[in-house]
């Protein structure tokens, strides 16, 4: 049976619970992790990107010599990719990146994923995070009793002094527990849960 301690913001043992097995404590199914971050990835890409060709370029419409008699290459537009100001050749044009995953598996990547953080031990659960005011000092305080530099902190619904506190604090992201995703799992070294968001994530994941 999977366990694991919780922790008030000093850092002071309040006690532990239960983890889902199913979900903190089951398979790591790496190639259904791979296929979540491709898939994220690719979707965050806009793929707007994009150069005018010949016929995008204004001008041009006139011949700019006559076909014979100069001696030199006959040429129909100042606007082909040669000319100074022309037309780009084989350019990057506007592309759709999206990419999609069905519901089922995208679930069981997110488990194997927190199963990952589980047993790597870089997952902490906290009673609550709840600050009495606005201050970024203070977040930074906790997180320094925790000794986590590059963290990432799951919460139960909206949490603004804590949101606002953390904002200017490098690598250090709060995310609610329905955003949460494969990728920032990955990335970040230490994931702090508060106890209710555990909860929440268990509802949403159990198979």
Do not use: W
């Amino acid at each position: 049976m999977a366990t694991i301690d919780v922790f008030d913001i000093k850092k002071e043992k309040v006690g532990e619970i239960e983890l889902n097995e199913a979900v903190f404590n089951g398979d790591v199914r790496e190639y259904l992790i791979h296929e979540a971050v491709k898939v994220q990835l690719a979707n965050r890409r806009a793929g707007t990107v994009c150069v005018k060709n010949r016929s995008a370029v204004s001008g041009g419409g006139k011949k700019p010599f006559r076909q014979k008699g100069t001696g030199g290459a006959r040429q129909g537009s100042i606007r082909a990719p040669h000319y100074p100001g022309g037309g780009v050749a084989f350019g990057p044009r506007p592309k759709v990146y999206d990419l999609s995953m069905n519901k089922k598996a995208r679930k069981a990547a997110l488990r194997s994923a927190l199963s990952l953080l589980y047993k790597d031990n870089r997952m902490t659960v906290m009673n609550n995070l709840d600050l009495a005011e606005i201050s970024t000092k203070q977040f930074a305080g906790v997180l320094n009793s925790f000794s986590v530099a590059k963290a990432l902190v799951i919460i139960d619904g909206t949490n603004r002094n804590l949101e606002l506190s953390a904002r200017n604090i490098k690598d250090v992201k709060v995310l609610k527990s329905d955003g949460l995703n494969v990728v920032d799992i990955l990335k970040y070294k230490n994931v702090i849960f508060t106890q209710d968001a555990v909860r929440k994530v268990e509802g949403v994941l159990q198979p």
